[in-house]
């Protein structure tokens, strides 16, 4: 399995080291070659060449069997040309490699109930996915740009979708409805955005021709977010636009209590690429503070979409579980509860490693080949 590992900016390399020590210990129990390259990317390929991301870059990135993904950008970059920020180097990374569905699953985890601002009694039992598209709509969407010799100076964004963009992106979020409770959400603003409208015509089409099985409900995107606030329990497979997907799954880290505990994974026409839903944080980079969980589940979904090996995605979740029983906490899910103690990046990491070596050794995950 060729992974290639993109650092990026800020925290990007104190996580991706966590997340990398946590995929040698599961490749080497199961027996996984696994083969491990890296590039500059983001903020730290702008400084060396010019570019947020490379044309070299975007050509290992298409012979990688993954992508790792660390953070991108930060204040130091903010004021170069639009073309030339941090961020555009992500856009094309997804658009390149053609990852057109984003994966971002929230779950409440009763240790970290002092972290979440929500009540215990609403959000125990929540566990839902938000299935964001992922290489369309209002971040792609020609034309764009800021016209500033008009008599009255305009910015402007185009928000589009095809049939086609909508269809594989809803197809992924029908199939794993099935897998779960055969329910999925659409969320739109199909009152007042016809491209959206258009979107909802799309998704329940589809869903009755292909997909009669899965229970299919529309909302609207404003009384989602306060509808997954007041009861997250009620969500379970949610598909929506990129823009809209990018709010609603940052929301979600209300139910987890951090940005840092939320992974992700961005699949589609052949690459993959796995990141923590996480920004850079250059305030914390390069003191030991930063919260790895994010990055290592977002390998677990490495070794469960890309691999093919739930088992050990399994085996992730349940080492990064038993580090929080163990009641430590890095900075940002510490409030100081019974039992508990604040940690850095690489103590919490090592003790996710240490669980996930030891249920392996002792069989306690069970592999499945």
């Known amino acids: 399995m060729k992974v290639l590992v993109l650092d990026g900016d800020g925290i990007g390399p104190e996580v991706n080291a966590q997340a990398l020590a946590v995929l040698s210990v599961a490749a080497d129990a199961a027996g996984l070659s696994l083969e491990v390259e890296r590039a500059l990317f983001g903020g730290a390929s702008l400084d060396a060449h010019g570019l947020p991301v490379t044309d070299a870059v975007i050509a290992d990135a298409k012979a990688a069997d993954a992508v790792l993904l660390g953070a991108v950008g930060g204040p130091k970059w903010d004021d170069v040309a639009p073309h030339l920020r941090a961020e555009r180097g992500l856009l094309r990374l997804r658009k390149e490699l053609e990852v057109y569905a984003n994966l971002r699953p929230a779950r409440f985890s009763s240790a970290l109930s002092a972290a979440s601002p929500l009540r215990p009694e609403r959000a125990t039992g929540a566990d839902f996915v938000i299935v964001r598209e992922l290489v369309g709509g209002i971040y792609f969407g020609e034309p764009r740009g800021i016209d500033r010799e008009a008599a009255d100076p305009v910015g402007f964004n185009t928000m589009v979708y095809t049939r086609s963009g909508i269809e594989r992106v809803a197809r992924v979020a029908f199939e794993l409805a099935r897998q779960r409770g055969k329910r999925l959400t659409s969320v739109d603003k199909a009152n007042v955005l016809e491209v959206t409208r258009y979107w909802r015509e799309v998704v329940t089409e589809l869903g009755a021709t292909e997909y009669p099985d899965v229970a299919l409900d529309h909302a609207y995107v404003d009384s989602y977010a306060m509808k997954m606030v007041a009861n997250p329990r009620d969500a379970d497979v949610v598909v929506t636009g990129n823009m809209f997907g990018d709010i609603l799954s940052d929301l979600a880290a209300a139910l987890t209590g951090s940005l840092g505990m939320l992974p992700s994974a961005s699949i ?44 050990l995605k399994a085996a992730v979740d349940g080492a990064v579980q038993a580090a929080l029983d163990d009641g430590l906490r890095t900075g940002d899910i510490a409030w100081g509860e019974p039992g508990t103690r604040q940690v850095g990046t690489v103590e919490i990491g090592q003790a996710v490693v240490d669980h996930l070596r030891s249920a392996l050794e002792a069989g306690t995950v069970p592999l499945s080949a």
Do not use: C, F
Not at 277 to 292: C, E, M, R, Y
Not at 293 to 299: Q, T
């Open 268 to 311: 589609g026409a052949g690459g993959a690429v796995y990141e923590p839903v996480h920004g850079s944080a250059p305030d914390i980079a390069g003191q030991g503070k930063a919260n790895p969980l994010g990055a290592i589940l977002s390998v677990g979904m490495l070794l469960q979409h890309t691999a093919g090996r739930s088992d």
